[in-house]
């Protein structure tokens, strides 16, 4: 199971932090993603973890903005996002997979329940 929270109101240029909670014992052998959804578009990928943390992907509208990060002793994945634009309003899921780090919604095997989280221009 999966527990998303830290979404918010922020303003343009604040800075959020997400969180996903993970439960079960096997949480360090999933690789962990984040993806958004905004209004009327589709699901969309921002960033995922390997297993140990050694990788991380982004797409190119949040690299160098957002920062995936994982503490396996807490069982918990963050996503700290600075610099926010009116157009990283979304509802934010956090997902995990067990095979493998991967940018796509079909190679996640479990989802969170969302965050959301407004930007205000």
């Known amino acids: 199971q999966l527990q998303a929270s830290g979404g918010g109101l922020v303003a343009a240029g604040g800075s959020l932090r997400l969180s996903c909670a993970a439960s079960?014992?096997?949480?360090?052998?999933?690789?962990m993603g984040w993806f958004r959804r905004a209004p009327g578009k589709e699901r969309e990928f921002v960033a995922s973890i390997s297993w140990s943390g050694g990788s991380t992907y982004y797409p190119d509208s949040v690299k160098g903005r957002f920062t995936i990060s994982r503490d396996n002793a807490k069982n918990t994945v963050y996503l700290q996002m600075n610099s926010l634009k009116p157009e990283d309003t979304a509802v934010y899921y956090c997902?995990?997979?067990?095979?493998?780090?991967?940018?796509?919604?079909?190679?996640?095997?479990?989802w969170g329940q969302g965050t959301l989280v407004t930007v205000s221009s």
């Open positions: 997902a995990a997979a067990r095979s493998r780090v991967g940018t796509k919604t079909w190679e996640y095997d479990y």
């Open positions: 079960g014992r096997t949480f360090s052998t999933y690789a």
